[in-house]
């Protein structure tokens, strides 16, 4: 597999986290304003327009992907989006550890999900900065032939399970520890 072929795969890893994020805010924005009040952020209220705001950014991240793909020159300037949102998140969570709020819900799975924050999300959220980086790498661009298509297509499917499925684990981690016991 050539860097190109991973960096799309990268790429349309991201979109797809991205979109997927935004819309979860979307059809669930009450539940979502909860979480975000919780965060207890200096400045934020409850109200939908922070929700809104973060459903934008996020659509913003996979739009600037996407154009990076069309004008690759920009790649590096329009990475700065979704590194920012990753950013957000990471210090979010980050400052409410540090302050021993762990009863936070992170919304990463979900408005549903059960999940509180901990350290594992950022360690995750360290994963995906490293790949957002290892995507800005300066490739040799290529064609996308039906071999190369396939490959980037399985390859971006496989980072999808692969996230998904950690996110799994993360949510039903307390369970599993008691399973083993």
Same mark, same amino acid.
């Given at each position: 597999? @050539?860097?190109?072929?991973l960096?799309?795969?990268?790429?349309?890893?991201?979109?797809?986290?991205?979109?997927s @994020?935004?819309? %979860?805010?979307?059809?669930?924005?009450?539940?979502?304003?909860?979480?975000?009040?919780?965060?207890n952020?200096?400045?934020?209220?409850?109200?939908k327009?922070?929700?809104?705001?973060?459903?934008?950014?996020?659509?913003?991240?996979?739009?600037? #992907?996407?154009?990076?793909?069309?004008?690759p020159?920009?790649?590096?300037?329009?990475?700065?989006?979704?590194?920012?949102?990753?950013? #957000?998140y990471?210090?979010?969570?980050?400052?409410?550890?540090?302050?021993?709020?762990?009863?936070?819900?992170?919304?990463? %799975?979900?408005?549903?999900?059960?999940?509180?924050? @901990?350290?594992?999300?950022?360690?995750?959220?360290?994963?995906?900065?490293?790949?957002? %980086?290892?995507s800005?790498?300066?490739?040799?661009?290529?064609?996308?032939?039906?071999?190369?298509?396939?490959?980037?297509f399985?390859?971006?499917?496989?980072?999808?399970?692969?996230?998904?499925?950690?996110?799994?684990?993360?949510?039903?981690?307390?369970? #599993?520890?008691?399973?083993?016991?």
């Amino acid at each position: 597999m @050539s860097y190109f072929t991973l960096q799309l795969s990268i790429i349309i890893f991201f979109n797809w986290l991205f979109l997927s @994020s935004a819309m %979860a805010k979307y059809n669930a924005i009450d539940a979502y304003v909860d979480i975000i009040e919780q965060f207890n952020i200096t400045g934020i209220t409850q109200d939908k327009r922070w929700v809104w705001l973060l459903i934008v950014i996020e659509c913003s991240a996979a739009v600037a #992907l996407t154009a990076s793909l069309l004008q690759p020159i920009w790649f590096p300037i329009l990475l700065i989006i979704p590194i920012a949102v990753l950013m #957000l998140y990471f210090s979010a969570i980050a400052v409410n550890l540090m302050q021993k709020r762990h009863h936070i819900k992170c919304g990463c %799975a979900g408005a549903a999900s059960q999940q509180t924050i @901990s350290a594992i999300h950022l360690w995750r959220l360290a994963v995906l900065l490293f790949l957002l %980086a290892l995507s800005a790498l300066p490739s040799a661009t290529s064609t996308l032939d039906g071999v190369t298509s396939l490959l980037v297509f399985s390859s971006s499917l496989l980072l999808i399970l692969f996230y998904l499925t950690s996110d799994m684990l993360i949510e039903n981690h307390s369970k #599993l520890a008691t399973l083993r016991n």
